[in-house]
């Protein structure tokens, strides 16, 4: 028998197994769509108690990292609207934290782009490209339609494409 | 910093490494396995005191209308049928509002 059916069994060493495993990967991964490490730590913490109190609901049709995931999107997702409600994401929203000494690296004039576009325009963006899921599991964790999630895409790539020259874009 | 000559999907290596940076957590570890088993036993135990609440306060309302039905019945025959006719007429309409919602959507 598996960690996960020993868990949702009652089993709460089982459990407790199963959520330190995945802790660092819902943390990252809330890193990445959030670029707020103090929000990532209490998304990470309500992600982990959701699950806890979900576990009978898990159905095994996916890996219980996916399963975690989907839920902090969700969790992120409300927090999104709440922040959106009061109009004080932008404004608050603190810049994500920037190498301390030397050069810029390469990719810091995409990540200024991708933490200019809104969160729920970058997310998606970040679910396909850097977590390979598909449009339909983002969609359905994100609460809108396939295609919603295909032209957010669409317009968070040309709008990281932008600073690029002509010639890249076309190409 | 310009990007002037980057290939056309330098932008998708410029993002992984870019999150990669922004998501590296060093040497941080998980929470021990002690606090978390703890983290588990309380947020079950609370959501068996919560379910608990729940049942109790359903069976509590569900008596209360049930004693007060029975009264009505034993004691104000005419009282319980017009309430009887009220809430079917009430339910009746909310379903017919809810299927016109539906259709128009």
Redesign the interface.
């Known amino acids: 028998m598996d960690d996960i059916t020993r868990a949702q069994r009652g089993d709460?060493?089982a459990?407790?197994?199963l959520?330190?495993?995945n802790?660092?990967a819902v943390?990252?991964?809330l890193?990445?769509v959030t670029?707020d490490r103090a929000m990532a730590e209490d998304l990470t913490q309500e992600t982990?108690?959701r699950a806890?109190?979900k576990i009978g609901q898990f159905s095994g049709g996916s890996k219980f990292s996916t399963w975690l995931i989907s839920i902090a999107t969700n969790l992120f997702m409300d927090t999104l609207r709440r922040q959106k409600r009061e109009r004080q994401y932008q404004e608050e929203n603190a810049f994500?934290?920037r190498?301390a000494v030397g050069?810029?690296?390469?990719?810091?004039?995409?990540?200024d782009r991708?933490h200019a576009l809104p969160r729920d325009v970058a997310m998606p963006?970040?679910l396909k490209?850097?977590y390979g899921y598909t449009y339909e599991e983002i969609g359905s964790w994100m609460g809108i339609p396939e295609g919603t999630v295909k032209s957010r895409i669409f317009n968070a790539?040309r709008a990281?494409?932008k600073?690029?020259?002509d010639d890249?874009?076309r190409? | 910093?310009t990007?002037?000559?980057?290939?056309?999907e330098?932008?998708?290596?410029?993002?992984?490494?870019?999150?990669d940076?922004?998501?590296d957590?060093g040497d941080?570890q998980?929470?021990?396995?002690a606090n978390?088993?703890m983290?588990?036993?309380n947020?079950?135990q609370e959501?068996r005191r919560t379910t608990m609440r729940d049942l109790l306060l359903f069976w509590i309302c569900a008596l209360a209308l049930l004693s007060g039905g029975l009264y009505a019945v034993s004691r104000l025959p005419a009282y319980f049928v017009a309430l009887q006719g009220l809430v079917l007429v009430g339910a009746g309409a909310a379903w017919l509002t809810g299927a016109r919602r539906r259709v128009t959507e």
């Open positions: 709460q060493v459990l407790a197994r959520l330190q495993e802790y660092l943390k990252k991964y890193i990445t670029h982990i108690i806890i109190q994500f934290d190498p050069p810029e690296p390469e990719w810091m004039e995409v990540m991708l963006l970040v490209h850097y790539i990281l494409r600073g690029m020259s890249d874009v190409a | 910093m990007s002037g000559h980057k290939g056309p330098q932008w998708e290596e410029d993002l992984r490494q870019g999150l940076a922004l998501s957590l941080e998980p929470p021990n396995l978390l088993q983290l588990v036993a947020v079950q959501q």
